[in-house]
């Protein structure tokens, strides 16, 4: 199975000032086993597009406590207050982008698309410096699409080719972060026979994965 690899394997692969989508909604669904491995190494200065920077010293909490994340874009950094600090201490920066908003970028990263327009934080700081139009009346800002280098996710179940299914709400950006990376690489619970996973079960064809990692632990 060419495209199983260790934790350690995969974290040799990224390098610092990559950019990095992190799946995840706080820590669900979030591949933890990687996360882990990528603080035990030496890269730094990464550009992470998450949800949220985990909890402290959990999930991805852990690489803002060693200062190995220069830049976050997301939507919920609040939960964890070591991102508040190191953001008041401008040893982090912070894009914020309204949830609903970042999942469409992400998709659009996804779908070559070259961007889009919504109605979403017209008139508030998130939207200084972004064009803004007024279609039929009603003002829109626009919004780029997002891309990244790599894109670590977590998934219920692999089969050898890399077909992905994911557990109920554990689901969440991951799929989307699949498709809008130049390297993706998915943590899975488990791996089983091609042919072991019904074709109308898969959200995640294979085509969209590069190597898989199975979760460490519990």
Do not use: W
């Amino acid at each position: 199975m060419s495209k199983l690899i260790t934790c350690e394997e995969a974290v040799k692969k990224v390098k610092s000032g990559s950019r990095i989508m992190v799946g995840g909604f706080g820590l669900v669904g979030s591949p933890l086993s990687l996360i882990a491995t990528l603080a035990q190494s030496e890269v730094k200065d990464l550009e992470i597009i998450s949800n949220n920077l985990g909890e402290p010293g959990r999930g991805l909490g852990v690489l803002v406590r060693q200062k190995q994340v220069k830049k976050a874009i997301g939507s919920y950094f609040t939960s964890n207050p070591e991102v508040v600090k190191a953001y008041q201490d401008k040893e982090l920066e912070v894009e914020l982008l309204p949830q609903g908003t970042m999942s469409e970028a992400i998709r659009a990263g996804g779908a070559g698309m070259g961007g889009f327009y919504t109605p979403v934080s017209v008139g508030t700081k998130i939207a200084e410096n972004k064009e803004e139009r007024t279609l039929n009346g009603k003002k829109y800002v626009f919004q780029e699409p997002l891309k990244a280098n790599f894109a670590l996710i977590k998934a219920k179940k692999a089969d050898q080719l890399g077909n992905l299914i994911y557990n109920k709400s554990a689901r969440n950006f991951n799929p989307m972060m699949a498709t809008a990376a130049d390297v993706v690489i998915a943590e899975v619970d488990e791996i089983v026979e091609v042919g072991q996973i019904s074709p109308e079960e898969i959200v995640t064809p294979h085509l969209f994965v590069d190597y898989i990692v199975v979760k460490e632990g519990n």
